[in-house]
Nanobody, 127 residues
């Protein structure tokens, strides 16, 4: 049974930092590209960041988080991370990690491409 479990969310002041983790089990993690999405209240879920399989050498970010967020992976720990710095109130959302098979780097991930999802972790940024 495949599981993706996010953690690390919480309440932080604007300008602060959080690091989200997504621990995977039940799948060959190294062979999977991974992504982070978020859903703010009253809005549709949106792509945030992606990282290619194995080396994780290729990453892609939505424009609104470039320079502030960093995605990384540790294949030995079956975990993908999202380091979030200089947080803004507009970053408030539930953050989800997702796993997918086929992915060519250098573009956003689309939801339909993802075959496994985590349950989400709440990030609240107070201004």
């Amino acid at each position: 049974q495949v599981q993706l479990v996010e953690s690390g969310g919480g309440l932080v002041q604007a300008g602060g930092s959080l690091r989200l983790s997504c621990a995977a089990s039940g799948l060959f993690f190294g062979s999977r590209a991974m992504g982070w999405f978020r859903q703010a209240p009253g809005k549709e879920r949106e792509f945030v960041a992606s990282i290619i399989y194995w080396s994780g050498s290729s990453k892609y970010y939505t424009d609104s988080v470039k320079g502030r967020f960093t995605i990384s992976r540790d294949n030995a720990k079956n975990t993908v991370y999202l380091q979030m710095n200089s947080l803004k109130s507009e970053d408030t959302a539930v953050y989800y990690c997702a796993a997918l098979k086929a992915y060519n780097s250098g573009r956003p991930i689309f939801e339909y491409e993802c075959d496994y999802w985590g349950q989400g972790t709440q990030v609240t940024v107070s201004s």
